[in-house]
């Protein structure tokens, strides 16, 4: 049974903007204010251009594979199945990480309205994560409207926001210039870590790709959603935090977990503070469902093509979705849920997200090689996209590194148990033949004598060193 084409252009950019729009926007801010002050406002401009970039190479790698599995699909055109499934699985680990964090910043942010039991904070994630389930599972068409209304909902507190604020600042610049200055009082020290924080507020308009299956029209419709959404994101993300870190100075902000509480208390006092509270629970919400239903659809489409377990292919009878992979990846948020924290699961999400992305862009290279399409820009955004996803593996931690290589390993014996004997034979022949073996060796000895060669001159260097200090005493 296939999947159902119900999903509108409209409906695709809403999934993106809800995917992107989420908890970081509500706490990010607090975070970088601590690191680099307000100059995070730079840095979330950096971090816009960033994803843009990477969205760019998502655009265009759909139009030359307008099917359902997003980068997977993407890599294992342009490659094989091999390093489609890396790809897809280090993505779907990143996206598996994000749902417990959403389930985590509603309970926090619903704790600030009603105080909650350690057994109530728990039931509150069951019950949300459960909700969020349903919802999938009845359809994708019910799921894309319910992220349309809860998309409109969450910009709603951010549009007051900005607009009251900026009405702050044409009426008291002075208020804003003195909360601005100076723009850089902590130093660019901590600034790659911060932008790296900021990058993952970004995330989520890959969500856009992987439903391809049941977009309308998805050669047009997606590269289209995913320019819009990014545009709609971008432009509330900078006004947002243009009007945060004006009207309420840095230092206050490091010291909050809600900062655009802090600012909404600031323009119109507890109601402020009220409003977006809310907003943010309806923020959180539309994120996680948006998380869910492009995550579940990724691990479809590697189901479908032998590389997950069959039962993650399983189409509901009546609703026409992969209910069991929805139902399997909400207990496994759930417990990441309980057992996780907010800082570990973001950090290690941003590494993997780093690779998927990584892969992607060289795929883009292969595709439009292979192609006859030109398209503006395909030659330009993958390489800038290949920077960019090396910059922030680079500025992860050293233990984000390691744990990310340990994942990446992790799902070799899973493609080696699921995927055909065939394209177990291609690997053996990629890394155990005669011929790649003498090539290592070969590699190998080229690395030892350049070693050695080094070495060697090295040597030269300090005897000719040693020669032209006793020349004056002759």
């Known amino acids: ?12 950019t809403n999934i993106i903007v809800g995917a992107i729009v989420g908890a970081d926007i509500y706490i990010a801010s607090a975070l970088t204010a601590g690191l680099v002050g307000p100059f995070s ?16 190479v998502f655009a265009y790698c759909s139009y030359y594979v307008p099917r359902v599995g997003g980068p997977f699909a993407y890599v294992s055109e342009a490659f094989d199945d091999f390093y489609g499934f890396l790809t897809g699985w280090s993505m779907w680990i990143a996206e598996l990480l994000a749902l417990p ?36 599972i009845v359809g994708v068409r019910a799921a894309g409207k319910v992220n ?27 208020t804003f210039i003195g909360n601005y200055t100076p723009l850089l009082p902590l130093g660019l020290e901590n600034a790659a ?44 993300y900078l006004l947002t935090n243009f009007v945060l870190f004006g009207l309420v100075n840095w230092t206050i902000l490091d010291q909050s977990t809600v900062p655009l509480v802090v600012a909404g208390t600031a323009l119109f006092g507890s109601a402020g503070a009220l409003i977006m509270t809310v907003g943010a629970l309806f923020s959180v919400s539309g994120s996680d469902e948006s998380g869910m239903l492009g995550s579940a659809r990724l691990a479809y489409a590697m189901a479908i093509d032998g590389l997950f377990p069959r ?10 979705t992969p209910y069991v992979v929805l139902i399997v990846q909400g207990i496994i948020a759930f417990v990441l849920s309980n057992v996780g924290n907010l800082s570990g699961l973001i950090s290690f999400a941003v590494l993997n997200l780093a690779f998927s992305f990584l892969l992607t862009c060289f795929a883009l290279i292969v595709l439009r090689s292979d192609g006859d399409v030109k398209l503006r820009g395909q030659h330009i955004f993958p390489i800038a996209g290949i920077a960019v996803c090396l910059f922030l593996i680079y500025s992860t931690t050293t233990f984000d590194k390691a744990a990310g290589i ?21 690997l053996k022949d990629l890394f155990l033949s005669e011929e790649a073996v003498l090539q290592r060796r070969l590699e190998a000895k080229e690395t030892y004598l350049a070693n050695l060669l080094g070495i060697i001159r090295t040597v030269f260097r300090r005897f000719r060193r040693s020669d032209s200090r006793k020349l004056p005493g002759r």
Do not use: C
């Open 1 to 12: 049974m296939e999947l159902q084409r119900g999903l509108s252009q409209f409906d695709l």
């Open 41 to 56: 406002i730079v840095l979330w401009m950096v971090a816009g251009l960033f994803a843009a970039t990477i969205a760019m």
């Open 101 to 136: 964090v959403f389930a985590i910043a509603f309970t926090n942010y619903l704790q600030a309205l009603i105080p909650l039991t350690p057994a109530a904070e728990v039931a509150v994630r069951a019950l949300f994560i459960a909700s969020l389930t349903l919802v999938n």
């Open 148 to 174: 349309d209304a809860l998309t409109l909902i969450k910009l709603s507190p951010l549009l007051l926001l900005i607009v009251a604020g900026l009405g702050v600042f044409i009426v008291h610049p002075e």
């Open 193 to 236: 870590h911060a932008l790296v924080l900021i990058f993952w507020a970004y995330a989520g308009f890959e969500m856009g790709t992987l439903p391809a299956g049941e977009v309308q029209n998805p050669q047009r419709a997606i590269p289209r959603a995913i320019t819009s959404g990014m545009l709609i994101v971008s432009l509330f």
């Open 311 to 320: 039962a993650f292919a399983r189409v509901h009878p009546r609703y026409g």
């Open 406 to 426: 340990l994942v990446i390993l992790a799902g070799i014996p899973i493609y080696l148990y699921y995927s055909p004997k065939e394209d177990i034979y291609h």
